[in-house]
C-alpha cells in the first residue's frame, strides 16, 4: 500500500512540474511574439535607398544642346575713349554688343566656380554704353532679366537698377545676378532703348 501511495505521489509531483513547464513556454513564446511587434523595421542612421534622391549631375562643358554665345566673325570694337579689345589680364574675354549696349563675354560661355548661397549662384555682370554717364547717373535704370533655356521656364526680371564701376576697361554698369540653378541661362540686358542678350552655361 505505502508503494502505491508513493507511486501515485510521484505520478502527480511529474504532472504539475509538466504543466509549469509548458506554461512557462507559452509565455516566453508570447514575450518573443510582443518584442517581435514592436521592434524597429529600419536601422537607425540608415535610409532606404527607394528614398535617395541622387543629384543632378552637370557637365562641366556646355552640352551642343545649349546656344552658347560666341564671339563674332567680325569682333565688335567700343566707341572711344573704351579699349578696342578687353585688357589682357582678362584671358579669353571678348567685347559683345553693340555701341548702345555691351558686355564683356568668356570665350567659352561658361560661369563655373561661382559663390553660391540661398537664392543661387552669384554673379557679376558689366555693362557698356556710350550714353551712360556716370557723373550725372551713377545708378542708372538698369533691367535685368534671366530665363533657363534648357528646362521650361518664363524669363524673370531680377533687377531694375545697376550701380557703376570703374577700372582699366572705362566706366561700367554693373549688375549682380543669382542664378538660382545650374544649367543653360539666357541673360538680357535692358538700358534706354537698347536691349542685349547672351547665353551661358552654369556649370559647377
Known sequence: MRRLYSLLSILILASLLAGCAASANAQSEESKDVDSSNAPTDVPGKSNTTDSVESE???????????????????????????????????????????????????????TDLPHNRYGYTQKVFWWSRDFDVATDPYPSFKLVIERLDVPSSPVVVSEEA????????????????????????ITGQYKEAELSFVVWVAP
Open 57 to 111: 549631375v552637370v557637365p562641366h562643358k556646355p552640352p551642343a544642346s545649349c546656344p552658347i554665345t560666341h564671339p563674332a566673325d567680325v569682333a565688335f570694337i567700343p566707341p572711344e575713349p573704351y579699349p578696342s579689345k578687353p585688357p589682357e589680364r582678362y584671358v579669353d574675354q571678348f567685347w559683345y554688343g553693340t555701341p548702345e549696349l555691351w558686355t564683356m563675354l568668356r570665350t567659352d560661355a561658361t560661369w
Open 163 to 186: 550701380t557703376n564701376a570703374s577700372a582699366d576697361f572705362g566706366t561700367a554698369m554693373l549688375t549682380g545676378v543669382d542664378i538660382p540653378e545650374l544649367g543653360c541661362w539666357k
